[in-house]
């Protein structure tokens, strides 16, 4: 079974980038669409984006072209490129598939704080 581990997240000023990073452990990394999810503090957990096995990425409105994602197949890793960051930005990130989202399993994320 696919596990992903979270990293990356950090305080940044508002303006800032961060690049989270989702590395996964297995041979199915490279079949699997990932997709990244965030929850702030007093909120819902919510999608951002999502990035298939060929590459073609989806996003949520919010991003507004500010987030980038990218995965090193070769690395079994994706990432979450994040620029012009704002403090409505402070959440858990978390990254996952479908089969995993159904199963209800999610890893421990990694936080990001964006001040003002």
């Known amino acids: 079974q696919l596990q992903l581990a979270e990293s990356g997240g950090g305080l940044v000023q508002a303006g800032g980038s961060l690049r989270l990073s989702c590395e996964g452990s297995g041979s199915t990394f490279r079949l699997s669409v990932i997709s990244w999810h965030r929850q702030a503090p007093g909120k819902e957990r919510e999608f951002v984006g999502l990035?298939?096995?060929?590459?073609?990425?989806d996003y949520a409105d919010f991003v507004k072209g500010r987030f980038t994602i990218s995965r090193d197949d070769a690395k079994n890793t994706a990432y979450l490129q994040m620029n012009s960051l704002e403090p409505e930005d402070t959440a858990v990130y978390y990254c996952n598939t479908n089969t995993r989202i159904n199963r209800g399993l999610w890893g421990q994320g990694t936080q990001v704080t964006v001040s003002s």
């Open positions: 990035i298939a096995t060929r590459g073609s990425t």
